[in-house]
């Protein structure tokens, strides 16, 4: 990450892991004496059918997708001609969409960085609905979520903001507090975020998403501690798994024990997952040969305990401000794609396998597979319920979504 506003790389754990976590939630620190910035919401296929560990519908069952012209979409982005996607929708939204994810509603939604009224310290959720033309406006829902009681004074919300879980009528929120190991809690919210119904305390917790195995209901975070009961000092950075077992996060035996699955010197990033389950998650390097990683693991490997992560990604990004999957084909590798918090940051892709129990680094990189237009201020990656990649860009005035699909060989 980056060291105060100097653009210097550090090597200590803290200072860059509070700082990517005021950038990605766009300053999301709240107080109950004053309103300020909260945070935008980041990328995973965690709403509607089954997007998390689900099974994804053949390739050779769905309806041939239909491209627009480049002229359609030049005016927001360019695409790299070595990456085999292409635009397929194109919608506008009259506000920011940065930070979007996949909701249960069965379109995009973002935590909002507006305040509601009266000087309400939570933000909302927008929930956006797009039309079947490909090209026409979508349009936006408002809702408002409960604020747990007995909150600090002041927080940061995490930085995907509100997470509609892939499994039970359940959402995601978290929150950290200042103070030595950066205390804080996940919140489990009811699925039309009126109710808080569980909640657990976490140091650090940075991003998470949900994956299930049809038995399973399991939160896949980075962070700085394993879920618990009661408050700890523990820091240490890494990849960590909670089961909702009896609809409870941290519940006792003979529910699963949360546990660790790796960690890395450094700080921690957004966690995705693709429709396979399979699960990556953005890792800037205190050390090492460049700043940042991608590290992946296979849906099967986040059942038990310790697990070998696969590099998939290593680059010079200046952290991971947005992540997501693509997952493989019967005959095709899948993509990860990613970009850093640098303001003129393409868009970068790689492409994975998936083996026995685990995947794989693939062959092909392609450094600025997606860039910006000149109008073009900020944009983020994120995938749908099928596993289709999408595109949330802004310019100075508004919002748009593109939808990206394979093109076929």
């Known amino acids: 990450m980056l060291d105060g506003i100097n653009g ?12 990517a976590l005021v950038l990605a939630s766009g300053a999301a620190c709240s107080s109950t004496d004053a309103a300020s910035s909260a945070p935008s919401g980041s990328d995973k296929p965690d709403g509607g059918a089954a997007a998390d560990g689900g099974e994804p519908i053949p390739e050779e069952e769905r309806p041939a997708p239909v491209f627009l012209e480049p002229a359609a979409y030049e005016d927001l982005i360019t695409i790299d001609a ?29 935590t909002t960085s507006v305040y509601g009224a009266g000087g309400a310290t939570t933000p909302a959720v927008i929930h956006w609905t797009l039309p079947e033309d490909a090209t026409g406006a979508a349009t936006r829902t408002e809702r408002s979520f409960a604020t747990a009681s007995g909150l600090p004074q002041k927080l940061f919300y995490g930085a995907d903001g509100m997470v509609d879980l892939p499994f039970g009528p359940f959402a995601l929120l978290s929150y950290t507090g200042t103070g030595n ?8 919210y009811s699925a039309g975020y009126d109710a808080v119904t569980s909640r657990a305390k976490a140091n650090g917790f940075y991003s998470g998403t949900g994956v299930t195995d049809g038995a399973r209901q399991l939160i896949v975070y980075s962070g700085l501690s394993p879920v618990a009961t009661n408050d700890s000092t523990t820091n240490d950075n890494g990849l960590y798994t909670a089961d909702v077992c009896e609809g409870a996060l941290a519940a006792p035996a003979p529910c699963p024990e949360p546990k660790k699955l790796f960690g890395w010197e450094g700080s921690s990033g957004p966690v995705v997952t693709d429709v396979h389950g399979n699960v990556f998650v953005g890792a800037s390097l205190a050390s090492g040969a460049t700043s940042d990683a991608v590290y992946g693991l296979a849906h099967p490997q986040l059942l038990g305990g ?43 892709a ?51 979504y593109l939808e990206l699909r394979r093109r076929t060989p």
């Open 350 to 400: 790689s492409t994975y396998l998936e083996r026995t129990g685990a995947v794989a680094k693939g062959a092909v990189h392609v450094e600025k597979a997606i860039s910006k237009a000149n109008k073009t201020t900020g944009l983020s990656v994120f995938t749908d319920a099928e596993g289709d990649l999408w595109l949330a860009v802004v310019t100075s005035s508004e919002g748009y």
């Open 306 to 348: 310790a697990a070998d992560a696969a590099k998939l990604v290593e680059i010079d990004s200046e952290g991971t401000a947005s992540l997501a999957a693509v997952a493989p084909t019967a005959s095709l590798e899948g993509w990860v794609f990613g970009l850093g918090y640098d303001v003129s940051s393409s868009v970068y």
């Open 181 to 188: 190991a950066f205390p804080g809690e996940v919140l489990l």
């Open 8 to 19: 210097t790389r550090t090597t200590s754990r803290v200072t860059p892991w509070l700082l």
């Open 82 to 110: 070595q990456l085999p996607f292409g635009v397929t929708r194109r919608h506008r939204a009259d506000e920011s969409v940065l930070g979007s994810r996949w909701g249960r509603h069965g379109g995009p939604m973002v």
